[in-house]
């Protein structure tokens, strides 16, 4: 993959930096601390979107030729939100909430250069059967899932034996839509083969 400007990845994640390199990019990763808060009035999909731009936003004026990535994965079930648990009580409401349903994982996903701004999103439908309470604990327990919106990662034992299908991108519910993104950087001509 030849690219014809540096790219920049602005994230914490270990998962969206693997699914980066997994697009055979090369990059380098800047992290700032961006406050998470959303406007109340915004559709869920809005929500994803408004949460990438804004951790872009720290870097506009850091950017000369580079073009920087952000993302930010969001967990709806229903009209509710979930975020990351704060602890293993939240984890646990979580998990019991998603057992036995469906519910909507949305990565939102901005493209910032100096002179131009992309946003986008994906949404992926995750199908869980109903879990156990031991199953819950039991993965609470070993996994300790506070990094992850949802209390969950589709990668980790919970998605093996509690995720019955899924309609839309994999790696959409792993943090980063790597299928779109790959669509975007060539549409905007960072990326050739
Ligand atoms: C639902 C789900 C989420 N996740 C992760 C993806 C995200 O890293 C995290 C949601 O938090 P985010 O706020 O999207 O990302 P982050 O704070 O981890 O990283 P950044 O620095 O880019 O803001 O949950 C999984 O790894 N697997 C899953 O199945």
């Known amino acids: 993959m030849n690219l014809s400007r540096p790219i920049l990845l602005a994230s914490n994640s270990p998962r969206r930096k693997e699914l980066l390199a997994g697009l055979g990019l090369q990059f380098e990763v800047h992290v700032k601390e961006v406050n998470e808060d959303f406007p109340e009035h915004l559709q869920r999909e809005q929500v994803a979107e408004f949460l990438a731009s804004h951790k872009a936003d720290a870097y506009t004026s850091d950017l000369q030729n580079e073009v920087l990535i952000t993302a930010d994965t969001i967990v709806c079930l229903g009209d509710r939100i979930l975020n990351k648990p704060a ?107």
């Open 87 to 193: 602890d293993a009580l939240e984890a646990f409401e979580m998990l019991r909430a998603l057992s036995g349903k469906h519910h909507e994982v949305i990565t939102g996903v901005c493209i910032l250069t100096k002179n131009s701004k992309t946003i986008f999103h994906d949404v992926t439908r995750v199908y869980f059967k109903k879990l156990s309470d031991e199953e819950i604990n039991y993965y609470i327990e070993h996994y300790h899932p506070f990094d992850k919106a949802g209390a969950y990662g589709i990668q980790e034992w919970i998605g093996k034996i509690g995720i019955e299908k899924i309609e839309g991108s994999y790696f959409n519910v792993v943090g980063l839509p790597v299928q779109k993104l790959y669509t975007y950087l060539k549409d905007l001509q960072v990326i050739t083969l």
